[in-house]
């Protein structure tokens, strides 16, 4: 069955970066897209951007432009999700999830990371 | 941005009852495809988000037929009916008719 596995938790400094992984089994990797959505502590689902893998293009929240690189590696399978200049707001849980194309749907979802940015 | 507004943000549902849950957006989420991205998502206590609806009235795979969705236009609803323990939840609305992708507040639907 699909699944998708994300790296383990992290704990960052302002200002620095994080690199979360999301590795995806069980589908054709490169048939699909891939959308980050994350979930600040006791708040909602905040929609980051997505990336088509077999044609490597990403689509980004205005929110987050500039801030955010979402990628992926066809040959594993791994989709990434790296955000910068990080600040105290963006701890949070980031999950991956795979769209169902073209209905454009969170048909399945990573377990989720979380992201903890403090001095 | 599509704002999405669910209503109610809190649901007190006695088990075996109905739960109705409403989600209204800012424009229309019908698609120049002449689809509507409205999907319905599920998130347990300590779970990561479960896909429910997509397409406005679609159950996904597993999801049981007590669950229904409805609307068009700009007016949804979720309806569960007859609610059972493993209910208990967040419920979110999602827009993917146009970049930004957005989600509503989320309704917690819990038993009285």
């Known amino acids: 069955q699909v699944q998708l596995v994300q790296s383990g938790a992290e704990v960052k400094k302002p200002g620095s970066s994080v690199k979360v992984s999301c590795k995806a089994s069980g589908g054709t990797f490169s048939s699909y897209a891939i959308s980050w959505v994350r979930q600040a502590p006791g708040q909602g689902l905040e929609w980051m951007g997505r990336i088509i893998p077999i044609l490597g293009i990403a689509n980004y929240a205005q929110k987050f432009q500039g801030r955010v690189t979402i990628t992926a590696d066809k040959s594993t399978s791994t989709a990434y999700m790296e955000l910068s200049s990080l600040r105290s707001e963006d701890t949070a849980v980031y999950y991956c999830?795979?769209?169902?194309?073209?209905?454009?749907?969170?048909?399945?979802w990573g377990q989720g990371t979380l992201v903890t940015v403090s001095s | 941005d599509i704002v999405m507004t669910q209503t109610p943000l809190s649901s007190p549902v006695t088990l075996g009852q109905p739960a109705s849950i409403s989600c209204r957006s800012s424009?229309?989420?019908?698609?120049?495809?002449?689809?509507?991205?409205l999907s319905w998502l599920q998130q347990r206590p300590g779970q990561p988000p479960r896909l429910l609806i997509y397409?406005?009235?679609n159950r996904f795979s597993g999801v049981p037929d007590r669950f229904s969705g409805s609307g068009a236009g700009t007016d949804f609803t979720l309806k569960i009916s007859r609610v059972e323990a493993e209910d208990v939840g967040v419920y979110y609305c999602?827009?993917?008719?146009?970049?930004?992708?957005?989600f509503g507040q989320g309704t917690k639907v819990e038993i009285k």
């Open positions: 397409k406005i009235s």
């Open positions: 999830a795979r769209v169902a194309p073209p209905s454009d749907y969170l048909d399945y």
């Open positions: 999602m827009q993917a008719t146009q970049f930004p992708w957005t």
């Open positions: 424009q229309s989420l019908v698609h120049s495809d002449g689809n509507t991205y």
